[in-house]
């Protein structure tokens, strides 16, 4: 593998724990990564910075990709959600979350494997809220031809490199009809006009909810914008075992931020207790990412045994406390640091 700088933004409350043990996996990997450190929200706060430091936007603009930890956003007051800002100051507009069964990690469902596709810089998180007289509040929901085509042109994109057979469109539009008909609308035409090959299906998004949960395996990669793919995000999550053991991407057009999805947790923040395979989970799509992007091989073997150990680990019985285990977080560390020297390397 080459050598290539990364912008790490550790996090607040587990952030900083779990992204060191991911670092500490990675190196063992052979993964020769030069680590740039920024801090965004509350760490940030705590060293007398703003929320969104400029130098933390301009290390990402320059170096192009990043890992973040979860970082704290409070609810119904104080500052807004720094991936919020993060997505929309960087033009980060396809959300992109692989949800799939893991071995070892016991749920209802077996055999999962979905990727949810969300638009990431409209709709109602366009943040435009107002007071229209006192006692009543109004938010505005936000669509653009421009950016629905261009979500829909990713994800037809995406299914095809990856081989992904089929896209559904979750929607609103008996509602909704000019903004989620929008979306639609967008998404047809790409489908008839640049894609054909790939199935493509519309569920009102009520329905689909109820689908999915009755047999994930009717679908493949769901795209969505943005509200109700933050829903169905940890919907599909909790198919698999939760926040904990998926992965996140937020990617541009020429920048990408890989991020855990859970929350900062500082209720378990320092106990050592924290299991951080959904960073390590997001360091695997960044590496494949850079295999793609940076034309580096190596990269993406790396993460192939990555991934490999992980399962391995969990497939053995080695979990932390949120999967029904004991492990620490860094005896969990350990034990996929075990496992990719005992087995790195083999297909």
């Not at 609308?185 to 894609?195: F, L, M």
């Amino acid at each position: 593998m080459k050598r290539h700088k990364i912008v790490l933004i550790p996090g607040d409350g587990i952030g900083p724990e779990v992204a060191d043990e991911v670092k500490r996996i990675l190196d063992s990997a052979g993964a020769k990564i030069e680590w740039v450190e920024r801090y965004a929200g509350q760490a940030a706060l705590d060293m007398g910075s703003d929320v969104m430091p400029p130098e933390t936007l301009e290390a990402i603009e320059h170096i192009g990709v990043a890992l973040k930890g979860p970082c704290t956003t409070p609810v119904g007051k104080g500052f807004s959600s720094v991936n919020v800002q993060l997505r929309k100051k960087l033009n980060l507009y396809a959300a992109v979350r692989p949800v799939r069964s893991l071995p070892g990690v016991s749920t209802r469902f077996e055999n999962v494997d979905l990727v949810i596709v969300r638009e990431n810089t409209e709709g109602l998180y366009s943040g435009i809220e107002n007071e229209v007289t006192p006692g009543v509040v109004m938010s505005m929901k936000v669509s653009t031809e421009k950016a629905c085509t261009r979500i829909a042109r990713w994800a037809f994109r995406y299914a095809t490199h990856r081989q992904r057979r089929k896209i559904t469109v979750l929607h609103k539009a008996n509602i909704m009809k000019l903004t989620d008909g929008l979306f639609i609308g967008c998404a047809q035409n790409i489908h008839k006009n640049e894609y054909p090959n790939i199935d493509y299906q519309e569920l009102i998004i009520d329905a689909g909810c109820m689908k999915i949960v009755q047999d994930p395996s009717l679908f493949d990669v769901l795209l969505l914008e943005n509200l109700y793919g933050d829903v169905i995000s940890d919907l599909c999550a909790g198919l698999v075992g939760g926040l904990g053991v998926v992965p996140g991407a937020n990617i541009g057009e020429r920048k990408a931020v890989f991020e855990a999805v859970h929350g900062s947790a500082p209720d378990i923040a320092g106990k050592g207790v924290a299991n951080p395979l959904a960073l390590l989970m997001s360091s695997v799509m960044m590496l494949n990412h850079i295999a793609d992007t940076r034309e580096d091989p190596g990269a993406r073997e790396i993460a192939h045994n990555i991934r490999k150990a992980y399962d391995k680990t969990l497939e053995d019985g080695h979990k932390t406390r949120d999967l029904g285990g004991n492990l620490g977080t860094t005896e969990f560390a350990d034990a996929i640091i075990e496992r990719l020297n005992k087995h790195a390397g083999i297909s």
